[in-house]
């Protein structure tokens, strides 16, 4: 899908310790992806949708290429020559409210930022910045450490996997959908609340015994007292 995908990867973070090594290995893994026509059988990613999906993402790729906030690791070419090829790219990044982090790009565009490996609040408040809330996805061996994500990324995911890749959905088997700016309201594709959005809820009542008296029965027991002339 190129990064198109609504619940394509386009953001990273990462514990500092483990940065270093994980930039280096994704640095290779992505290099080593094949972009080519779609019918090739080694192909992992072919062309942009349209033109206008070609002109976004080298919009991106321009914009990053002067900002000094930016580090380019691998990737950041694109050639109108060949088609609406954009090369895979990675970027590293250390504010969380760069443009990168927070927009929807949907191109093939990957950010990587680090949050402090003993202040795990600032990964939260940090995936906050950004107004979407698709997908997203939990790499840990520590359970306590992925119970605690999975609590604490509830209003930030709407469909989280844990060890597994954030754009494995299976329409059909499970809700699909957003959360926040991702999502025009709280029904999912997939769920019974999706069903209501097409129809109309209606109540019926039928009484076994019709209705004649329009008083009702505790206005016979009241008080005299209460009672006016």
């Known amino acids: 899908m190129a990064g198109q995908k609504s619940s394509s990867c386009s953001r990273v973070f990462v514990a500092e ?22 019918l090739d059988y080694r192909c992992f990613m072919s062309a942009v949708v349209s033109q206008d999906a070609y002109d976004k993402a080298c919009g991106v790729l321009q914009r990053a290429g002067a900002d000094p906030g930016v580090r380019r690791v691998c990737g950041g070419r694109a050639d109108p020559e060949v088609g609406y090829f954009v090369e895979p790219t990675v970027y590293v990044v250390r504010e ?3 443009e990168l982090l927070c927009n929807e790009i949907r191109g093939p565009l990957l950010t990587v930022c680090s949050f402090p490996d003993n202040d795990p609040d600032s990964l939260v408040w940090a995936m906050a910045q950004s107004p979407y809330a698709t997908s997203g996805s939990i790499f840990a061996r520590d359970r306590e450490w992925t119970r605690w994500a999975v609590s604490a990324l509830r209003d930030l995911s ?5 060890n597994d890749r954030c754009s494995e959905e ?3 088997q499970q809700s699909v959908g957003g959360t926040r ?20 809820e209606r109540s019926l009542r039928e009484s076994l015994s019709a209705s004649t008296d329009v008083t009702y029965s505790y206005m016979d027991e009241m008080p005299p007292s209460y009672m006016v002339k």
Do not use: N
């Not at 309201?185 to 959005?197: E, F, H, P, T, V």
């Open 170 to 172: 299976l329409p059909g």
């Open 17 to 38: 310790s483990l940065m270093p090594r994980f930039i280096e290995l994704l640095a290779q893994v992505v290099q080593s992806l094949v972009v080519c026509h779609p």
């Open 158 to 162: 709407a469909t989280l996997y844990v």
């Open 181 to 200: 700016k991702s999502s025009s309201g709280g029904a999912k594709a997939g769920s019974i609340s999706y069903l209501l959005q097409f129809a109309t």
């Open 96 to 98: 969380p409210a760069h």
